[in-house]
T-cell receptor, first 116, second 111 residues
């Protein structure tokens, strides 16, 4: 399967613990996005990478959240000192910059985080 | 920030009936994307609209971009049970680096 993959698929943690998620985008895609989705809502933008550069970060994103894409390939999203409100599905998406301003995003299966 | 209003929030239809969901933006858009998310699944890209007044068809699905590029619609003709899911529109920010998703319309098709 050459789609976007995410690991782990599920994570249960206790409040106050740190968690890290990984995303492997489609190999030729230079754009990578992280989203958060809660039940009944649309995906909420967290951050965007073009190659290894983090070009945009949501103003709503707490300082406890950090993301990296060190070599412009896979990306990690870390949440420090997790809170119960962090419980959500964390989605990664990748795309390839096309001629248009935006191009279709391919989403991974997501990591479901439960904070107890 | 940009407000993405999507209506209705829920729609139940009998199989064979038509379905339409609407997306309205507070700003003029450069383009708009539509995604479908099946229950328990992840969003899957359907289409991107770029031109004012653009209409695109994919089998029973018809997508429309408003003349003012502030609204869009997705119409499904003669729904089938395979159409079940939540349909989202997504708008790019001014920089094109962020995407704002609507709250989605959840479609239930009753056989």
């Amino acid at each position: 399967d050459t789609g976007v993959s995410q690991d782990p698929r599920h994570k249960i943690t206790k409040r106050g613990q740190n968690v890290t998620f990984r995303c492997d985008p489609i190999s030729e895609h230079n754009r990578l996005y992280w989203y958060r989705q809660t039940l009944g809502q649309g995906p909420e933008f967290l951050t965007y990478f073009q190659n290894e550069a983090q070009l945009e970060k949501s103003r709503l994103l707490s300082d406890r959240f950090s993301a990296e894409r060190p070599k412009g390939s896979f990306s990690t999203l870390e949440i420090q000192r997790t809170e119960q409100g962090d419980s959500a599905m964390y989605l990664c998406a990748s795309s390839r910059r096309g001629l248009a301003e935006a191009s279709e995003q391919f989403f991974g299966p997501g990591t479901r985080l439960t904070v107890l | 920030g940009q407000q993405v209003m999507q209506i209705p929030q829920y729609q139940h239809v009998q199989e064979g009936e038509d379905f339409t969901t609407y997306c309205n933006s507070s700003t003029t858009l450069s383009n708009i994307q539509w995604y479908k998310q099946r229950p328990g699944g992840h969003p899957v890209f359907l289409i991107q609209l770029v031109k004012s007044g653009e209409v695109k068809k994919q089998k029973r699905l018809t997508f429309q971009f408003g003349e003012a590029k502030k609204n869009s619609s997705l119409h499904i003709t003669a729904t089938q049970t395979t159409d079940v899911g939540t349909y989202f529109c997504a708008e790019p920010s001014n920089t094109g680096n962020q995407f704002y998703f609507g709250t989605g319309t959840s479609l239930t098709v009753i056989p």
